[in-house]
């Protein structure tokens, strides 16, 4: 069994990856009101991810006859400036996201739960994924630097990033 610690730290996880999940089903709104279709669809699906992610800790926790605790999820963002601002923002928050496994990571090793420690590497790997598939989609729009037919070529992109 799991430390009441852990537990603790995996739950408040969970609600970090129902955040992104929320978030990201606001960006893909907004996206999709701003006919970003491609863009929208992107994010719909990886709203669908990090809700996925949640539950792989659901999974863990439950596996370990740990208490599953739920906690409220505060409202996400909803209005933004720009394509660039939305995907600037899924860096940001990607990074964020990334802090908080690496300190999970540490964490179970220094109180040598290697379990846990274990379990969380595919974590560790899955945001570096994430990191550089979001850096990638900002410097693509920089690239084209707000020109209408240019960003409208990067929303097409961002289409084809949607796992099939």
């Not at 990090?50 to 209005?79: C, F, G, M, W």
Request: charged residues 25%; negative net charge; aromatic residues 12%.
């Amino acid at each position: 069994m799991l430390s009441k610690q852990v537990v603790n730290l995996l739950n408040e996880q969970i609600a970090k990856e129902m955040y992104a999940a929320n978030l990201y089903l606001s960006m893909s709104s907004w996206c999709y009101e701003n006919s970003y279709d491609g863009a929208g669809a992107f994010l719909f699906q990886h709203a669908g991810e990090e809700s996925d992610h949640a539950k792989r800790l659901i999974s863990y926790l439950n596996e370990t006859d740990s208490h599953v605790e739920l906690q409220s999820i505060k409202q996400p963002e909803n209005n933004f400036k720009s394509l660039l601002d939305v995907f600037e923002k899924t860096y940001k928050h990607e990074q964020t996201i990334t802090e908080s496994i690496n300190s999970l990571v540490d964490h179970m090793l220094a109180h040598k739960d290697y379990p846990t420690f274990n379990f969380l590497q595919w974590y560790v790997s899955e945001q570096h994924e994430e990191e550089a598939l979001f850096r990638g989609i900002v410097d693509k729009i920089k690239l084209v630097d707000d020109n209408g037919n240019g960003i409208y070529l990067v929303d097409q992109y961002i289409k084809t990033l949607i796992k099939k």
